[in-house]
């Protein structure tokens, strides 16, 4: 049965907002310079006649969304024209009720056609990741539940209740007798006014002056770890590992425990990037740890992703990984499915991000809550709007450790304009993300308020 405070969507658009990083960012075995984010807006109707607006953002991030030996502008350029033919079909799409159905129909009715009409298209060329498609769909979904949230009035995360929702979890997740008659939001808690946030230490971040190569940028950002340890008060450090060289892994959580215990940070997380194919390498690297450097192995709150993140065709037991640390899905959790098949291998924790789409990335949360498991809200190097989506989703998950946020590493100047509204969501001050200047209604963005030029809409 309908509600009266059911929307459909009736008009979209997309902006290419191009950023350059001031350091280079390795994911696996590519280095990232620059990145092309991708900003929807979208017009809602209510049944009633009502009209609202909203916004989502999402960095399209090639190398994380499709590890390829394509070359980066092949499947960039491919990644946008997806992007594009979404907002298109979106569009058209007859759906109605709320966000988060809205954006689940489409993900399960018009987004596998949309993804193997495209292949065909390139079909001389390799088939795009269902993760990609998933990017490309995500600033849609984001401003649809933003537009929800707009057009009543209310946050977009207060609206995810029995009175708002027509379905309930039981209608998506399995077992249905554990879900039939829940709703988000009975997994998720209040906002939180301030979160922890972890900082991201590259693969090819120097951490001494005798790394330094005379390259860096001299823009008045720091460039050393310890000096962004002591400008932000950071305590919680996300170490980006090979994942395919035993010896420069152990070391270089070593060496950044050690800077850890000097600088009186408390806690490290070790990202592997999905380079890893034997559980072997994950243990060895901890056995070490514990072993040679006790205090950086008392310090790794968990370990993510260190297996390939498709998971239906790597199905490998990681329960000696587990039995070590909590270890935390990241690429493979495309959905609460995989979510369900990560925990029958002993994956023990899951890692969130609104670049999956948001509707998505809640239906993970209750189902990831409901059997226990832990949770993170992962960042994607997200500036501008994007960040603000992403830190309240950190907010009312209930996460094992606030949220990590880099976009201030990588392309700070990028975000001078929403910053000057939302000055505590891009600055870290005291190891904590502020969210006081957040508006009331949608996700809070106060968009009237950003001095931002946008370009011409591609759709």
């Not at 205090?295 to 993510?304: H, R």
Request: charged share 25%; hydrophobic share 40%; net charge negative.
């Amino acid at each position: 049965m309908s509600k009266s405070s059911d929307i459909s969507v009736i008009d979209a658009q997309l902006y290419i907002l191009p950023v350059e990083l001031r350091v280079p960012l390795k994911f696996g075995n590519q280095v990232v310079t620059s990145v092309k984010c991708a900003r929807a807006w979208v017009r809602v109707r209510s049944k009633d006649g009502r009209e609202a607006e909203g916004w989502g953002e999402t960095p399209l991030s090639v190398a994380w969304v499709w590890p390829s030996e394509l070359s980066y502008a092949e499947r960039e350029a491919r990644l946008l024209d997806f992007c594009r033919r979404a907002g298109k079909v979106l569009q058209d799409f007859d759906a109605d009720g709320h966000a988060l159905e809205i954006g689940m129909d489409f993900i399960s009715e018009i987004l596998p056609k949309l993804k193997a009409d495209h292949d065909e298209d390139y079909r001389e060329s390799a088939e795009m990741p269902y993760l990609a498609a998933l990017v490309a769909f995500s600033p849609y979904d984001i401003a649809i539940h933003d537009a929800f949230g707009n057009l009543h009035g209310q946050g977009a995360f207060s609206l995810l209740g029995r009175d708002w929702l027509n379905r309930d979890l039981g209608h998506y997740l399995e077992p249905v007798e554990v879900f039939k008659g829940r709703y988000p939001s009975d997994y998720l808690q209040p906002m939180a006014n301030t979160l922890p946030v972890w900082h991201l230490v590259g693969g090819l971040d120097a951490l001494e002056p005798s790394q330094l190569d005379g390259n860096e940028p001299s823009d008045g950002y720091p460039v050393l770890l310890r000096d962004w340890i002591r400008r932000d008060g950071l305590n919680c450090l996300k170490v980006k590992l090979r994942g395919t060289d035993f010896h420069w892994d152990c070391q270089r959580l070593e060496a950044i425990g050690a800077i850890a215990d000097n600088e009186g940070v408390n806690w490290l997380s070790a990202d592997f990037n999905c380079t890893v194919t034997d559980p072997g390498y994950v243990n060895d690297v901890l056995d070490r740890l514990e072993r040679d450097s006790k205090s950086t192995y008392g310090k790794l709150l968990y370990v993510e992703q260190p297996f390939p993140y498709d998971l239906e065709a790597n199905q490998i037991d990681v329960h000696s990984v587990s039995d070590r640390k909590p270890l935390y899905m990241d690429e493979s959790a495309h959905d609460w499915n995989y979510v369900r098949m990560g925990r029958s291998l002993g994956w023990t924790g899951v890692a969130l991000k609104t670049c999956k789409t948001l509707s998505g990335a809640l239906l993970s949360l209750c189902w990831a809550k409901e059997h226990r498991m832990g949770l993170m809200v992962q960042d994607l190097t997200n500036p501008m709007l994007a960040q603000l989506s992403h830190v309240q989703l950190a907010a009312c998950a209930g996460t094992i450790m606030g949220v990590e946020s880099n976009g201030m590493q990588f392309y700070p100047e990028e975000s001078l304009p929403e910053a000057k509204i939302h000055p505590g969501l891009f600055s870290r001050k005291d190891g904590l993300l502020e969210l006081s200047s957040l508006g009331g209604q949608g996700f809070g963005y106060r968009v009237d308020e950003v001095a931002r030029e946008l370009p011409s809409g591609q759709l």
